[in-house]
Every structure is written in structure tokens, then in C-alpha cells.
């Protein structure tokens, strides 16, 4: 995942995953919508072993379709796992601990942002990218508008990646519109009464319009 002058791209944030070979069949619907960069797999409560071995049964079926594999904890479990990278919300010394051990050979993004110079701490310290607008710990939202200007504002000014989290269908176009090189679709689109496939088709569409709109705008 790294920074250019392409549209915008695509990232599904899962919910915390217990059984691998279920959420495998929604990510299949997933990627039959259209392009998908990335996928966070977040992982539910395990010892270190099981976890491991969920993301070795997502790796294949993710990689194949040429995306990449990120997961959030302890980056022993992403290495381990075959992953292709790792989501931090620990802060720029968790960055940097990792940035130290995986060097240039995994993804390293951070999340759990609650103010610019968080941003910036861990952009200094050497993240692939940055997340906003990801559920606080407690479930709540942070408010569409604050993600909305905290996207624009890091896509204007800096290199490093940033991730747009989309609370909700209605909120994909206006993310798109921040300028920021991802846009991620969270856990509620998993949900059974979600059609991924659709959702994706609709992400896509509204990153294609937008790119057709700049492109005329020049």
C-alpha cells in the first residue's frame, strides 16, 4: 500500500473473526464486487496458536485474489500467520517496536487515533499508513464530519496513506471525496443483511466518479 496519483482504493475491515472458513465465503461475495486492496482482519479472543492458524486459512483464499492480508494485534500472529502486514492501535513505541522487528518486510499501519499529533506520531515513526475514523474501544462513532475534515486535511499534507473508515453506505461517496488513498468498509458490511457484494460495487462506483470528476476538472 503505498502512495500515488491513482484513484482511491478499497480495504474491508472484518468483525473480530472466531471462524475462518465463514468469513472467507463473505470476503469471496466481497471481491466478486469489484477491486478490493486490502483486508484488516480483526481477530476474536484465542490463545496464540489458534489465532495464528485462522489467519494461515485466510491467507490463501485472500492473497489469491491478489489483496493484501493485514491483522490487527500482536504482529507474532500476522508473521506466523503469513500476513502480509500488521495494525497497530498501541501507540508510536508499538510502531516502532515493529517497524525495528519487521523492518521493510510487512505493512505496518496504525489506527486508534484520537488527535492530529497522534497521527503524526506514528507517521514519524514509520507506519505504511493511517487509519481514522475506526469505532472508539467503547463501540461508539466518532462523528462523520471530524473524520470527514481529519481525512481531508492528512491527504492534503502528508505522504503517508491514509485509510477512511466508512461508518455507513451513505458516508462512502463524501470519504472518497477527502482525497485519501483508502477507504475502508467496516464490520456492519459482514452483517447478514449486508449485500457485500453490492457495497463494494457501490465503493468502487463512487471512487471511478470521482476520479472521472478530477480527471475533468484538470
Not at 44 to 49: C, F, I, P, V
Request: aromatic residues 6%; proline residues 6%; negative net charge.
Amino acid at each position: 500500500m503505498t502512495t500515488t496519483t491513482a484513484p482511491t482504493r478499497l480495504m474491508l475491515v472484518t468483525p473480530p473473526v472466531a471462524d475462518a472458513e465463514a468469513i472467507s465465503f463473505r470476503l469471496m461475495q466481497a471481491f466478486a464486487g469489484g477491486d478490493v486492496a486490502a483486508v484488516l482482519l480483526r481477530l476474536a479472543e484465542g490463545d496464540e496458536r489458534s489465532r495464528i492458524e485462522r489467519v494461515k486459512r485466510l491467507c490463501g483464499p485472500v492473497q489469491s485474489n491478489n489483496v493484501a492480508l493485514v491483522v490487527e494485534g500482536p504482529a507474532v500472529i500476522a508473521t506466523r500467520g503469513g500476513a502480509d502486514g500488521v495494525h497497530l492501535t498501541e501507540g508510536p513505541e508499538a510502531v516502532a517496536e515493529a517497524r525495528s522487528s519487521l523492518r521493510d518486510e510487512r505493512i505496518i499501519g496504525a489506527g486508534g487515533l484520537r488527535a492530529r499529533h497522534d497521527a503524526m506520531d506514528v507517521g514519524e515513526a514509520g507506519v505504511d499508513y493511517v487509519m481514522f475514523g475506526e469505532p472508539r474501544p467503547d463501540g461508539t462513532m466518532p462523528p462523520l464530519p471530524a473524520v470527514i475534515e481529519r481525512a481531508a486535511w492528512w491527504a492534503e499534507i502528508f505522504e503517508t496513506p491514509c485509510v477512511a473508515y466508512v461508518p455507513a453506505a451513505d458516508a462512502i461517496t463524501p470519504l472518497v471525496e477527502t482525497g485519501a488513498e483508502f477507504v475502508a468498509l467496516g464490520e456492519w458490511a459482514f452483517d447478514e443483511s449486508q449485500d457485500i457484494r453490492a457495497l463494494v460495487e457501490q465503493a468502487n462506483a463512487a471512487i471511478a466518479a470521482f476520479a472521472a470528476r478530477k480527471a475533468a476538472a484538470r
